[in-house]
């Protein structure tokens, strides 16, 4: 139990590394970019759902029968927590497979410091490769993401089942997002993904409540336009000290 708390709270503590590292020099040309990436989808994403949520509404009523229109006032409210829940995965799906290659870049930056001669330093010849490649490991991130999200979908159909669903989509979104941001230092390393997952399951609960606080904080208004370069940060040292064996045993270090 004592070993749970502790890797519970040392997840925490990987994400607070990586938000205490976004003003530091050395590394600001490798966060501005992801930033400034989140900014720009943020907004589009914000504005299209903005500029389609009238139309939605009306064609949704449209599609409703007269004798339930008294469930207006209901639907109305559903559909817009339907619409913000679809704007959230939608902004951060294109903003983490646009800025991907900047996410890897930062990574590597963060390698080098914590573990030098684990990525060699090839320089920008170097980092331009990775771009084709962080693409490629996107979308394969992608392609374990969406059969799972489809699962959980149809499971929110099934009586008493879907009692248990929120749960089951906290969790899974807690894991995404740990792997995720884990995942940029690990593909340097040009460790396979499925070896990626089996280390960052051990232990699960470290990975999980490191993604969980930084699904959290993508739904805060401002925090969400940095927490991406953070959680990369953070993700980076979680999974560099995983590989070397090293356990987190202080809170206020790089």
């Known amino acids: 139990m004592r070993d749970s708390i502790q890797t519970t709270q040392q997840g925490i503590n990987y994400l607070l590394r990586g938000l205490r590292r976004l003003p530091d020099a050395d590394i600001r040309s490798f966060v501005i970019m992801p930033i400034l990436i989140n900014i720009l989808v943020f907004g589009l994403v914000i504005w299209l759902a903005i500029e389609q949520f009238s139309d939605l509404m009306t064609k949704l009523m449209a599609w409703l029968p007269e004798w339930l229109n008294f469930l207006s006032f209901l639907i109305w409210p559903l559909f817009a927590i339907t619409l913000l829940v679809g704007t959230f995965f939608t902004f951060t799906l294109l903003a983490n497979l646009i800025a991907a290659p ?63 669903t929120p749960l089951l989509w906290v969790l899974f979104s807690a894991w995404m997002l740990g792997i995720q941001y884990c995942d940029y230092a690990a593909d340097n390393e040009l460790v396979n993904f499925r070896d990626m997952k089996t280390h960052l399951a051990r232990p ?19 925090v969400n336009l940095v927490i991406m370069p953070a959680a990369v940060i953070g993700g980076t040292h979680l999974w560099v000290e995983r590989r070397m064996g090293r356990i987190e045993s202080n809170t206020s270090g790089r």
Do not use: H
Not at 112 to 141: H, K, M, N, Y
Not at 205 to 216: D, I, K, N, W, Y
């Open 102 to 164: 900047f996410n890897g870049f930062l990574a590597e930056r963060i390698q080098q410091e914590l573990d030098p001669g684990c990525v060699p330093d090839t320089g920008w010849q170097g980092l331009v490769r990775l771009i084709p490649r962080t693409f490629a490991r996107e979308l394969q991130r992608l392609g374990y993401y969406l059969p799972r999200v489809l699962g959980l979908l149809l499971l929110s159909f099934i009586p008493v089942i879907n009692l248990i």
């Open 204 to 222: 699960w609960s470290q990975t999980a409540m490191f993604g969980g606080l930084v699904s959290l904080l993508t739904l805060v208004p401002l």
